[in-house]
């Protein structure tokens, strides 16, 4: 089924534009029932391919792209370096871990705030974050996280130190490795948006619980007193 889907939405050109991130991988825009972006890494090597449906991984938007790939009707090249697209805000955001820490960075600890720059910019472009990100970042993200995209928090983050707040705090939640210069670091305006979050996440739970209940004759209430919780939570 997905591969026929993926062929006639390729033969019905709904392979749209491909746009290059600045860490290397592409997001080419697939028309469907609205348009989704199907995200590409590793161009020229082992192609790994997600997308922002439902499905999000090996669908048939999916496939469409790679198909349009193999029929040379869709070109991608990788670029020779990596462009940070907000060099500022890195800056800042470096600065901020500079002082606290209080000592000099390794090469290795500013390539990997290089990196959480990069996902963040990536991530921005999709309006979401996967395991994808997750793993190159580091993290020991399980096998049934891969191919999802993950919800750590209300609305996607305004800057790259509160992208890494969210990132930092759900891998304390799943007791993930934290790289230890960044382990107790909260950015300074770490407070914005946690009651927020903590709330959604609340609703989030309230919705899916009286979503999945259903009311019975030997507890006819449960199913009233979780609908209260709801609305008070709202």
Known sequence: MTARRGRQYFHEGRVKSARLLNDGSYVVTVKGNRNYGVSISDVG??????????????????????LAINMGTLHLKAPSEKILSDPARFQDFLKEIQEFVEHPLSKEEFRY?????????RCQSLQSISAY???????NVPIALWGKNLQIWASFPKTVKEFWYYIRREAIER????????KDYEPRDASVGKEQWERQKSVMHW?????????NAGNPLIYRIEAVRLQLLK
């Open 133 to 139: 990100e997750l793993g190159n970042l580091g993290f």
């Open 113 to 121: 705030l290089e990196t959480v720059q990069f996902m963040y910019e």
């Open 207 to 215: 919705t899916k619980l009286l979503h999945e209940a259903r009311p």
């Open 175 to 182: 007791r993930w490795s934290v790289p230890p210069f960044l």
């Open 45 to 66: 090597s082992n192609l790994q391919v997600s997308c922002n449906c439902p499905v999000s991984f090996l669908c048939k938007h999916a496939y469409a792209v790679l």
